[in-house]
T-cell receptor, first 116, second 115 residues
């Protein structure tokens, strides 16, 4: 079974440039998460999807961040324009989201963003 | 709101020895899950062990076991017979049992296993 796939693994951009990250969750997982992980810290939730609906985007900086999950499968997270403080690893995770849900999140390898 | 605290930013242990990582959390919920996740250097995060709050018995997975103290809101991870491959960041995490709510992570503990 294929795991959560993210791309790109690494991205270096200059500030004010746009950037996009893509995530393909495990087949059949209807709940998808985007987390941001700053260096040496725990992941912080940006947005959570159940199917194609964003059910929790309270921590997403909506002035510059946007996300979509068309057809309830793949998801894209976009930053425009990027700022120096956006340098972090962006993690995508998925889970079945239906009973019996063990609660386990399956993570991708992450997309490391460096903003110069 | 739920919070998760890990008071040990860094720890080290000799190979084959036992180490315990601490975690405390704050919640008004009665039904929830607690997790320990492992994030090796430059590799993806994986689940180590999971505990349902309604179960009194502490979870175990091979060399990994937890000490779950619900009243004290404490959830420590014990790693026995430490191996070099255990070197990683360890994150304690919390999730409400209802509606598959978001998972909240602690700040992590960096564990180094010394040969």
């Amino acid at each position: 079974e294929a795991g959560v796939v993210q791309s790109p693994r690494y991205k270096i951009i200059e500030k004010k440039q746009p950037v996009a990250f893509w995530c393909n969750p495990i087949s059949g997982h209807n709940t998808l998460y985007w987390y941001r992980q700053n260096l040496g810290q725990g992941p912080e939730l940006l947005i959570r999807y159940e199917n194609e609906e964003a059910v929790d985007d309270s921590q997403l900086p909506k002035d510059r961040f946007s996300a979509e999950r068309l057809k309830g499968v793949d998801s894209t997270l976009k930053i425009q324009p990027a700022e120096l403080g956006d340098s972090a690893v962006y993690l995508c995770a998925s889970t079945a989201g239906y009973f019996p849900n063990t609660g386990e999140l399956f993570f991708g390898e992450g997309s490391r963003l460096t903003v110069l | 709101a739920q919070t998760v605290t890990q008071s040990q930013p860094e720890m080290s242990v000799q190979e084959a020895e036992t180490v315990t990582l601490s975690c405390t959390y704050d919640t008004s919920e009665n039904n929830y899950y607690l997790f320990w996740y492992k994030q090796p250097p430059s590799r993806q995060m994986i689940l180590v062990i999971r505990q349902e709050a309604y179960k009194q018995q502490n979870a175990t997975e091979n060399r990994f076991s937890v000490n779950f103290q619900k009243a004290a809101k404490s959830f420590s991870l014990k790693i026995s017979d430490s191996q070099l491959g255990d070197t990683a960041m360890y994150f304690c995490a919390f999730m409400k049992l209802t509606s598959y709510d978001k998972v909240i992570f602690g700040p992590g503990t960096s564990l180094s296993v010394i040969p």
